[in-house]
Structure formats: structure tokens, C-alpha cells
């Protein structure tokens, strides 16, 4: 699959780690503005500006964080309404941290597929339920839809 859902999530995990600095500032600020000012009375004032920007790195962040799932499905769902049915053989195993009701766990799938003779190395993701994991081992082949103008591919198994 398109390795965009991956970079979005790095760079919604890096978002909110940087977050937490205008987090920390606008602390900071508060305590040497004093009490006789009101916060917002000044909107360039730092505080007001840290207030502003960790706002602005938490929705950046978020939006990264939630949007890469988003992504990956509209990925997903265009290489089984457009793509050709094939076979892959499973490459490497990995999870991706992500866990949905305590019970799906969302698999990082490597794999390998001969396409008009070329051999591809594409990656998807699958939500599988806790214990199904130990269904897929390396080395095995599955059935995956793959669309070859963006080189999206999806399992079916």
C-alpha cells in the first residue's frame, strides 16, 4: 500500500510530541505575567501566542493521528473496487500499535507480488481480531486485490 497512512502517522506522533513545548511556555508566561493582567487582554503577548500555537499542534496532530487510518481505508476500499485479483506471498509480520476496542489489533502486512513478470514489495495493514494473528505466518500466500496505477494493495484473506 502507499506508505502515505505511515508518514501521516510519524508526523502526527512528532506534531504532538512538539506540542508540548508551547504547552510548557505558555506555563511559563503565565507566571510572569502576573495576576493583575487579564490573559487574553494582549493577543501578542506570549502566553497568548503559546495558548495559540499548542492549540494549533494539537489539532495538526490529531488530525495527522486519525486522518492516516482515514486514508488507508479510502486506499484500501479503491484497490478492491479497481484492482485485480492476485496472489502474494507474506514477507514480514509486524504490528502497527494500533488497537481498537481492546480487541482488534491493526497488523503491518510486507508483501511480495509477481506482476507481469516484476516482483513488487508492497505493504497493508488489516485489523485482526487479538488471536487471529497466529493465522498469517511468513512465507504463506494470500489473496490480495491490487490496483497497478497506484500500486495499492489490499488482502482479502
Known amino acids: 500500500m ?46 497568548t501566542i503559546s495558548f495559540a500555537l499548542m492549540f494549533v499542534m494539537m489539532f ?26 492476485m496472489t502474494a506471498r507474506i514477507v514480514n509480520i509486524k504490528p502497527t500499535g494500533t ?12 508483501l511480495e507480488l509477481n506482476y507481469m513478470g516484476e516482483t513488487l514489495q508492497l505493504g497493508t495493514e488489516k485489523l485482526l481480531p487479538r488471536f487471529g494473528a497466529p493465522n498469517y505466518q511468513v512465507g504463506m500466500s494470500v489473496n490480495v486485490m491490487y490496483e497497478p496505477t497506484m500500486k495499492v494493495i489490499s488482502m482479502l484473506d
Open 99 to 110: 488497537t481498537v476496542n481492546r480487541y482488534y489489533d491493526e497488523i503491518h502486512f510486507d
Open 60 to 85: 495538526i496532530a490529531m488530525g495527522l493521528l486519525f486522518g492516516s487510518s482515514v486514508v488507508s481505508w479510502l486506499l484500501k476500499r479503491f484497490a478492491l473496487s479497481r484492482g485485480e485479483r
Open 2 to 47: 502507499s506508505h502515505i497512512p505511515r508518514y501521516m502517522r510519524a508526523l502526527g506522533w512528532i506534531a504532538f510530541g512538539l506540542m508540548w513545548i508551547p504547552f510548557c511556555t505558555m506555563f511559563f508566561f503565565m507566571s510572569k505575567q502576573g495576576a493583575s493582567e487579564a490573559p487574553f487582554e494582549d493577543l501578542t503577548s506570549p502566553f
